[in-house]
């Protein structure tokens, strides 16, 4: 089977850091293109960012976390990372990581649909 795994969530202050991490088992990402998504409560699934497989050479972010939020791959640790920091209030949701395999190496997806596997979630809080 398949499974990723997020990890690093937790509670921070507005202003703070946290990285999250995205863990595969089963499979190496190497050529998976990686994809962070968000769901806050009460609104809908919404795109963080995503890195193409390979090198990783494209990555897409929302204008939301343009300049706060980077996100990176290890393909030697098998881990994806997604660094935010300056978080805000607004940020606060259930963080999940999807994998969408791709050969190419020069893509990635900002919509749910091409992600066929998906992680459990870790909560990210930001309040005082």
């Known amino acids: 089977q398949l499974k990723l795994v997020e990890s690093g969530g937790g509670l921070v202050q507005p202003g703070g850091s946290l990285t999250l991490s995205c863990a595969p088992s089963?499979?190496?990402?190497?050529?998976?293109?990686i994809g962070w998504f968000r769901q806050a409560p009460g609104k809908g699934r919404e795109a963080v960012s995503c890195?193409?497989?390979?090198?990783?050479?494209?990555?897409n972010y929302a204008d939301s976390v343009k300049g706060r939020f980077t996100i990176s791959r290890d393909n030697a640790q098998n881990t994806v990372y997604l660094q935010m920091n300056n978080l805000k209030p607004e940020d606060t949701a259930v963080y999940y990581c999807?994998?969408?395999?791709?050969?190419?190496?020069?893509?990635?997806?900002?919509?749910?649909?091409?992600?066929?596997?998906w992680g459990q979630g870790t909560q990210v809080t930001v309040s005082s």
């Open positions: 999807a994998a969408s395999r791709n050969l190419a190496g020069d893509v990635c997806y900002d919509s749910p649909s091409p992600y066929h596997y």
């Open positions: 890195i193409s497989s390979r090198g990783g050479s494209t990555t």
């Open positions: 089963g499979f190496t990402l190497d050529y998976y293109a």
